[in-house]
């Protein structure tokens, strides 16, 4: 009896371990394939403009006070300072027609183009503002400078990739090795393209002011973009997502 009992148990001792053998693969084999999924999987950062208000009025030349959140699975949360405040961006755009306005920004949502795309994923924005000067002169002024120099595409990748001194003051801009020189030549291109429009300005930071340009002032619809571009995964950083909101404000 009790010889039949120990025969009955090895026998499904080894019937319980026969079944795991062949289990056990597949449950690692599954198990493998969604910790790999989890970590390469990049998600989407939330972009949410919280002031001004969508659709408020301001006067113009009033100082509009703006404040961004951004929260990402990966980077964290902008309220925690996990967030680089310097890469979100706020794009200020006057126009007319806002839903043509509207449409073409629909079609550039997925990706900004590479210039600018550099200079918001570098760190240019902690020395440099679009329109104003800050520790650096301004990308308005460069262009201004430098727009009918020729060569000076050439020259001013040169000084973004190797430093630059003396020319603007007495603070020197640092080399940069996040960009190559291609890269930097699209900055540059970008540059001299886009910042002499009175009518669309950027600013970096997830809170500020800005002033309502009186002289856009036929443009009565501002319309309002932020953005952030994350950094992606930490095996895989090209992975990256961009999210953004969008507000339209007026100026009275
Ligand atoms: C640490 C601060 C700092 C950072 C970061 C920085 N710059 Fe500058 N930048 C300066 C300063 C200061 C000057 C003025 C240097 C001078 O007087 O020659 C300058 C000058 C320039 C010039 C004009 C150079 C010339 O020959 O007149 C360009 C173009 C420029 N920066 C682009 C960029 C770009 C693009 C980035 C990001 C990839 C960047 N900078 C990052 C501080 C900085």
């Excluded at 200079?119 to 520790?135: D, Q, Y």
């Excluded at 009175?198 to 501002?222: D, P, W």
Aim: positive net charge; contains cysteine; proline residues 4%.
């Amino acid at each position: 009896m009790l010889k039949g009992t120990v025969f009955f148990t090895i026998n499904l001792l080894i019937v319980l371990i026969l079944l795991s053998a062949i289990h056990l693969p597949f449950i690692a084999q599954k198990n493998h394939f969604n910790f790999y999924k989890k970590q390469s999987q990049n998600h989407a950062p939330v972009v949410k403009i919280l002031s001004p208000k969508n659709n408020s009025v301001y006067r113009w030349n009033s100082q509009v006070s703006y404040e961004i959140s951004v929260s990402d699975k990966e980077d964290g949360e902008s309220k925690y300072q996990e967030i680089n405040p310097k890469e979100v961006f706020l794009e200020i755009k006057y126009v007319n027609d806002t839903s043509k306005a509207l449409d073409l920004i629909k079609k550039n949502d997925q990706k900004d183009p590479p210039g600018l795309a550099a200079i918001k994923t570098s760190n240019c924005m902690n020395c440099h503002a679009f329109k104003s000067k800050l520790i650096g002169p301004s990308f308005y002024e460069i262009t201004r400078r430098y727009e009918q120099v020729a060569n000076s595409v050439d020259t001013l990748t040169d000084h973004i990739l190797n430093g630059s001194k003396g020319r603007w003051g007495n603070v020197q801009m640092p080399s940069n090795d996040k960009l190559n020189a291609s890269e930097a030549k699209e900055v540059i291109e970008w540059i001299f393209k886009n910042t002499r429009d009175s009518t669309v300005n950027y600013l970096a930071g997830t809170e500020g002011s800005f002033r309502l340009n009186a002289s856009a002032n036929s443009l009565k619809n501002i319309i309002l973009i932020a953005s952030y571009t994350d950094h992606g995964i930490k095996d895989q950083p090209h992975q990256n997502m961009k999210g953004g909101d969008l507000i339209i404000i007026h100026g009275k």
